[in-house]
């Protein structure tokens, strides 16, 4: 009867959730991403009404490295809160949507982070004319925090840690963030750093914003995974590993073709001359090298949508390779 | 085979097998529900349990009028100030919306053109526009309210801007609790008051002016009572401190979007309930008690009313359980209620899904079968009496 039962609840509702989910991609003929509704930089509709950002272009790559078409991705918007179910229940293969690696997320939630695509850290941004040069002086201030999301917690703990007060005003997503902290209704805003610096880009003066020295957490975050189907995670780990490695050994969306010849053996075994590292992951032999010829290497996805140039002018900072300062790090081709 | 066909041409047995094999599938459906959802906890190595409701919530409310929440305390504490933040909102909500719907649905039938015109609109106007949005509309209009720093002020103790109203909030001292005491007394022997009037008027027809006299003790016994002990009463002003008034008391605009929205968004449906009570009482009714010379606000008070309420009562009932419900919206302007706070933030701080929204659905069916049943026996009382 139990048998019964378990072969009726997987057929019934169909969940494919620990198995299988590359194959379910590819029989789709799409990729289902889950991603923010709308965080400059990371994952938002451009003026075309395509989806751009660090997210995006790390969806793109998983879609690249299946289907060698940048274009076959479904974008699912999922709110902090929604996120997780969405994730759990199937209806994305994976989120990329700022998601800040913890314990209890990959260990009770049942998922698996593959990799961090952003190093990111909690701040505050407050308007300037409110004369505040640290977060130590928000005694009794109005803050806006989204909830559900692990700065929410953070913001808890730091306020408790000073000894001061403060008045939490929960949001649901950046825009309504944004609304309230625009109107005065928060003195605040509290969020990652980077979504700080994608909300004050957004503002009409953004010079009326500061975004205040404190860092209170560290915010790794990356793409995640259903537990348990080790392929798929696997899949979408390198896709994301691809792309750092392919900075680091200087490869990028223009010389691409031409490092084919290149004589560094790392090179050629990514790019798929060498090795058959695509049939291991089952996937086409040059799908790093499609990834990094649709979307390019990681700096310049990086520069493209949150770095110096955009209006998000987030330096490199720990986001640099380690080779450069900074702590990406993506463990060897080979 | 043939005693079959008998048992099946009883129409009594037959009514029973299909009301119990119906029931059987239910409960079938029900277990392979359950069944299934504990089979993919399992497998996602999801845990489950209720230990998480006594671990420390972590994250803020600070909407909590009635508990002193802090970060540290429970996932169970957050449940009791999200529980007591919708009673809160039902309850002035269900109270505005029934005294809104009854002025409402009987201007609908007063003969002034141009309030029935206004009221016609209120009415199609906002029963056919969604609630959430209605809540939207409100809350962005509270927070385009002056800032905090430029309030406008009243008296120079009230206070409003978007981040709320504030106002002075009372201090009890000793003594107080006479005066308090003195009115429960008062609106006790006022109804006593009452049942002897009524009585009174039963047996000989005398009048005696029940509700100017009711007041009259009601009022002034407590006053008198509370200057005698030399004002037993201060009050806290709110007065702006760094970011934010500090003191006094304050209603959130999250609130208030909630209470407005609820209140006018019910009281059309309300109004329109009242209005089809009062015309179910027949015409002959209010002529005959014309005949009889009694006052126009009389005929409708002691004639109409109490015929109409017969007919009024059980839809308003379904209204008061809607209002409550539709208060779970809440989390659209982010005011801190029971599907916001325990079934928002703690589901998915802890990732208890399930658990939290039993918690949830349990609490509504309880507060919606408390209000069924309240309601119920007030529909009773109001029932026709056979003498």
Redesign the interface.
Known sequence: MKKLLSILAVSVFAFSANAGTLDDVKNRGFLKCGVTTGLAGFAAPDDSGEWAGLDADMCRAVAVAVFGDRSKVEFITTTGKSRFPTLASGEVDMLARNTTWTISRDVNLGFEFVGVNFYDGQGFMVPSALGVSSAKELDGATVCIQTGTTTELNLADFFRLNGISYEALPIETNDEGKENLFAGRCDVYTTDASGLSSTRAAAADPGKWVVLPEIISKEPLGPLVRHGDHQWGDVVRWSLNAMIIAEELGVSSENVDAQKSSNVPEVLRLLGVEGSYGEMLELAPDWAYQIIKQIGNYSESYEANVGPDTPLEIARGLNALWTQGGILYAPPFR | MRSNANFFSDEKFRSIFFQTLVIGLFALGIY?VV??TA??LE?????TGWRFLTDPA?????FSPFINFK??DTHLDVYFVGVLNTLLVSFCGCIAATILGFLVGIIRLSSNWLLVRVAYIYVEFTRNVPLLLQIILWYSIL??LP??KQSLEFLDIFFIS??GIYSPRPIFENGFSYVFIAFVLALISSFILRRWAKKRQDNTGKQFPVTSSAFGMIIFVPLLLFFILGSPLSFDYPAL????F?GGMVIR?EFIAMFLALTIYTAAFISETVRSGILSVTKGQREASASLGLKKSWIMRLIIIPQALRVIVPPLTSQYLNLTKNSSLG??V?Y?DLV?GFG??S???T?Q?IECMVIVMATYLTISLTISVFMNIYNRSIQFKEK
């Open positions: 392979f069944q299934t089979y993919n497998k996602r190595n999801i845990a972590g994250f803020d409310i600070s970060s540290t927070i385009q800032r905090v978007n981040r401190k760094g970011f934010n500090k605009p989390i659209a982010g801190a916001h928002g933030i589901l998915n701080q990732g899904a």
